[in-house]
């Protein structure tokens, strides 16, 4: 696994132990802080109490209220504190999947992407060298006077090819201790040059083995069947003798290894009456560079590309094929999802509060369960389409919220709240229109609550009430 694919950086992980530390010491002085508030509430109150406790009627009922009131904050404050104590460890676990996830990703990212690494093995067109003598002239200062000079000096140029005839066969090995895929290329080409010049004879056949091989074999040069030798060892320049108006041909051939691309490059030179065939042995594999072979035909999994022009042509460009692997597509979508998940279980949880009357025990409950279907999703997107394995833990998800309900009305109403609040959002984080289906699912949660309390088109019968409450007494 590669060292380069970390988690997200800066997001507390419940894998480490000096965060949780941290964690735990800020959340204790915190926890201290409300209860010191709470405490010194309650104090004050009573102190009113008992100094007005001979005051007028009035004054009585003023701090009457605010003891009910503050009863009530109580009340209040003891589902708010178990929301928050649901809440906390949830957005733990939340950001340690997500880390775990996006690493998960990275890993495998960089996984593939070590598949094709490697140096590419580049073959450069070969170039026919000439020399000529060129004339040229300089002023220069003899005995304090400017004497022009004439001379002579040696150019190097390069004669066009006549015509290419290329062909290199591909297969496709693993590299085991790097995992990576490695060629194993055996060209041949065949060269034709045709002397056009009417005062030169005299070439140079410079044909370079490839760039980027690890192994080179069998590399040989002929003209007319003969085997041409270098004149310096190292050294692929080949001299030959041409005369005007004369053609010959030249046949490179060779074994290479090197990496998970081979490319011809033409060097700028315009090439003429130019075929290149490349025949890959394995699958999958694309043409590289963007030049569009004439010809492609699939055999299997061998697969031939032909580029091929009749007159002259100038690429800039090199031909060549890749081992082509599969996209990885969608990638942060879990972990983007996992850091939301906490504000999505807060609504949730909100839509249930506002529909139906919750005990301690139904709220931990729910909460557990949402948490577990979201755990569930995170390993179970690693091996199928997460659309797809949501789906399935939503009919769970919905399966289990039935239970929150004392009766078939409050049964569904925490269904609806469950689709609203949970189902949707959730599935709007993992399909392209996120904005769409998240706004639905706000709609949905507004029209919901409109109708339960505003319109009393959906309200809970006093039957209803008076089971939901007697089960919620039971717990």
Not at 4 to 19: C, F, K, N, R, V
Not at 193 to 217: H, R, S
Not at 423 to 452: D, E, H, K, M, N
Request: glycine residues 6%.
């Amino acid at each position: 696994m590669s060292s380069s694919a970390q988690g997200i950086p800066g997001l507390p992980d419940l894998t480490h132990p000096i965060e949780l530390v941290q964690f735990g010491t800020q959340a204790l002085k915190a926890s201290l802080l409300l209860v010191f508030l709470v405490v010194a509430l309650g104090v004050a109150i009573a102190l009113i109490s008992f100094s007005l406790r001979r005051s007028q009627p009035e004054q009585v009922i003023f701090i009457s209220e605010w003891a009910v009131g503050y009863s009530q904050l109580l009340r209040g404050l003891q589902h708010l504190t178990l929301v928050l104590i649901l809440l906390v460890p949830g957005f733990f676990l939340c950001s340690t999947l997500s880390n775990r996830y996006h690493h998960w990703e990275q890993a495998k990212v960089a996984q593939v992407t070590q598949t094709v690494a490697g140096e590419r093995l580049e073959q450069f067109a070969p170039q026919v060298r000439y020399s000529i003598q060129e004339p040229y002239s300089y002023n220069t200062q003899v005995n304090g006077k400017i004497v022009k000079v004439n001379q002579t000096r040696e150019i190097t140029r390069f004669m066009m090819l006549a015509g290419s005839q290329i062909q290199v066969k591909l297969d496709q090995s693993v590299d085991v201790p790097g995992r990576s895929s490695i060629y194993q290329a055996n060209y041949t080409a065949d060269y034709k040059v045709v002397n056009q010049l009417k005062d030169i004879n005299n070439f140079f056949f410079e044909a370079p083995p490839p760039n980027g091989y690890t192994l080179l074999a069998s590399y040989k040069v002929e003209r007319d069947g003969t085997r041409l030798q270098p004149t310096n060892a190292g050294n692929y320049s080949f001299p030959f003798r041409l005369e005007p108006g004369e053609e010959t041909t030249f046949r490179v051939t060779y074994q290479a290894q090197g990496g998970p691309r081979w490319v011809y490059s033409a060097t700028g030179q315009l090439l003429s009456n130019f075929s290149f065939t490349a025949i890959a042995n394995f699958a999958p594999v694309d043409f590289a560079s963007g030049i569009v072979p004439n010809e492609i035909k699939v055999d299997g999994r061998s697969t031939q590309f032909t580029w091929k022009f009749d007159d002259n042509v100038s690429v800039k460009n090199p031909f060549g094929v890749f081992t082509n692997t599969e996209p990885i597509r969608h990638t942060g979508v879990i972990s983007r999802l996992l850091l939301l998940a906490p504000a999505i279980f807060l609504w949730w949880i909100l839509l249930l509060y506002l529909s139906l009357p919750m005990s301690f025990k139904n709220i931990a409950i729910a909460a557990s369960i949402f948490f577990a279907c979201l755990l569930t999703l995170t390993y179970l997107a690693r091996v199928i389409n997460a659309q797809l394995a949501w789906t399935l833990i939503s009919i769970i998800l919905l399966f289990l919220t039935w239970g929150l309900g004392a009766s078939r009305s409050a049964s569904l109403a925490a269904i609806i709240c469950t689709i609203a609040g949970a189902v949707l959002p959730i599935f709007g984080l993992l399909v392209p229109f996120s904005g769409l289906t998240l706004s639905l699912a706000g709609l949905l949660s507004a029209v919901w609550l409109a109708v339960r309390h505003w319109y009393g088109w959906y309200n809970l019968h006093p039957e209803d009430q008076r089971l939901q409450a007697q089960k919620n007494a039971k717990y």
